[in-house]
């Protein structure tokens, strides 16, 4: 065979044992995929707000606490804020509200875990209190010492805490305090940390349709401005809750013992009325009625470096002094023998109104009993005192005189 014809000619990496090998055949090439039929599954999904379904807002005691959502109560060391959680616990296992025994609810079952408290004080706390004690299910300090609510690396990780709520259907879970229990990993000062927590809490909270409370802490610092910056922590723990308690001694009063519960935060309905309560030498909580003091009075007192007891008393000397005013510039509405007449600022004194300033403010009250008060110009001022130039007021009648375009 010449080498033309040898098929080996010139390729030293064929096999002449090839040449002998049965016949295969070629391979042929993959399949193509099938074509896709359904679009990737999106990872974010905004609906319109025409198919947006109705959730009702639950609470478990309107407007304190929700349910299905987390509620922060906060107060400084020693002042009450597990004793008012247990007579709340009570008041609920008993299927009724603190302060409204007439309405009748079904009995909540509680669950109160504390990494501050052992079992046999929370349970005689609540026993004094008049708690259903089956209902009522403890984690004390020593038994909680191993729940955590983050993975060890500063995420959440509720899977413990919802083991326990899947396990007694509570109403009502307590957290005394949060952030025992979030660990040394986490931050409680950032933001960015806390915010998940929040809304894991919420999330489960909601999934389990059962009311989180969260128990913190205050700083010494005067709260200023808003009452609920003086709350430990990222400002993200009272800005995901929905609903803030802040609980502190009653300095308006002589009684020691009496605490308030004042309602600080409310984002689904009007704040409710401050709640007392006192805490007599044997440990026991009485719900005693509702209370004067509210946030702005904390803001109030805070901002003029005041005691809470000194704000509260000047602002009771303020309505003394407002009741006098109006009771006293009606009389003269009545009295006078025209239907507008001329008071200056010396004769108001001689009735014990000391000016302008304790007028002003009570301008809708006036004129919510018929009077008008108007502040005259000089001018007009010489023309109704005989000349004189006096400073003062008008006062009318409205009833007498419906027409005037002063008032």
Known sequence: MCEEQNPFYGNPYLDEAALYEPDVPPLEPPPEPPPATTKPKEKFLACKASEVKDDEIKYLWKPYILRGDVTIMAAAGGTGKTFALCGIAAELSNGRYPLNPFE?????????IS????????????????ADLDRVFILDAKNSARLKLSDGFGQ???????????????DLVVIDPMHAFIGSSVKMTEQSVIRPFMQALASLAKKHNC????????????AGANANDA????????????????????????????????????????MGMSVAFRIDENGTLEWTGYSDVNRSDLEAAARNNRSLAEHMGGLKAERIVQTYTVDRLESLSKEQKT?????????LKSYGISGKADIIPQLSALSERGICVLFPKEARRSECDGGKAKRGIYLIRVDAEPASPLC
């Open 231 to 270: 709350i430990l922590g990222a400002t993200d723990i009272v800005n995901a809750a929905r609903s803030v308690l802040r609980v502190i001694f009653d300095e308006t009063g002589t009684d020691p013992n009496r605490r308030v519960l004042v309602h600080t935060k409310s984002n689904y309905a009007a």
């Open 115 to 130: 990494a501050e408290d052992p079992d046999f004080i929370l349970r005689d706390r609540m026993r004094r209190a008049g």
């Open 211 to 222: 009311a989180i409370v969260d128990v913190a802490h205050v700083s010494k610092r005067p």
């Open 156 to 170: 959440p990780c509720l899977s413990d805490l919802e083991t326990l709520i899947e396990k007694h259907k509570p």
């Open 339 to 347: 239907p507008k007449t001329f008071y200056s600022y010396e004769t």
């Open 104 to 112: 009748s609810i079904d009995p909540m079952t509680v669950l109160f």
